[in-house]
């Protein structure tokens, strides 16, 4: 029967419908579409995750010049780099969120300043300190808007032992407690120095 013969049109229509009501017809087109889905979810998860893992670390961060004379030489001289626990903290622990979203989101965020290092936006002291307010102010909203999830992943209320903390800390941690306040909206300039201007 030809492809020109009338009395195939019936036919191929009526499986032309079927097709269009229902994509999946049969088990096996079903199976191989969600396999193929799955392939290509578990690619782009895996593959980002190992994009992650790799632009985490502190060495990338500070292989643009701009981080490594600022923020980085500030970081080695706070809490979070050396102390008496010998817990060390890296940047992402502090600038990347763990969870698999907010991460995706903070990694595109981030992709600008990739741009501005191309412009050379910071590439001088005279520069990042001119923009250092701006800089601080973004990335406390964001602590801010999170109430400090990433300061919260190592510092729990709950574990907190306020007899061996400092005078101060132990008068004014339990009332922020009790008023469900967090981190960031006490401790800016932990690790790296205030910007000028900061009016606290």
């Not at 602590?143 to 574990?159: G, I, K, P, Q, V």
């Amino acid at each position: 029967m030809s492809d020109t013969d009338p009395s195939s049109q019936p036919r191929r229509r009526g499986l032309f419908r079927r097709l269009w009501r229902n994509p999946f017809a049969s088990t096996a087109s079903t199976v191989i579409t969600v396999l193929g889905a799955l392939v290509l979810v578990g690619g782009a998860y895996g593959g980002f995750n190992v994009f992650a893992a790799a632009t985490n670390t502190t060495e990338f961060c500070i292989s643009c010049h701009e981080m490594e004379v600022g923020p980085y030489a500030e970081y080695k001289t706070s809490i979070h780099y050396a102390n008496r626990t010998g817990i060390r903290v890296e940047c992402a622990d502090c600038h990347v969120p763990e969870p698999f979203f907010p991460k995706v989101m903070a990694k595109v965020i981030a992709s600008k300043d990739v741009w501005h290092h191309l412009l050379g936006t910071i590439d001088t002291p005279e520069k990042f300190e001119a923009r250092r307010l701006e800089m601080a102010e973004r990335v406390w909203a964001k602590m801010e808007a999170t109430e400090s999830r990433e300061c919260r992943s190592c510092h729990n209320f709950d574990a907190f032992d306020l007899r061996e903390q400092g005078r101060r800390a132990e008068l004014k941690h339990p009332d922020a407690m009790l008023e469900g306040r967090h981190c960031i909206e006490c401790h800016k300039g932990i690790v790296h120095e205030l910007p000028e201007g900061y009016d606290g």
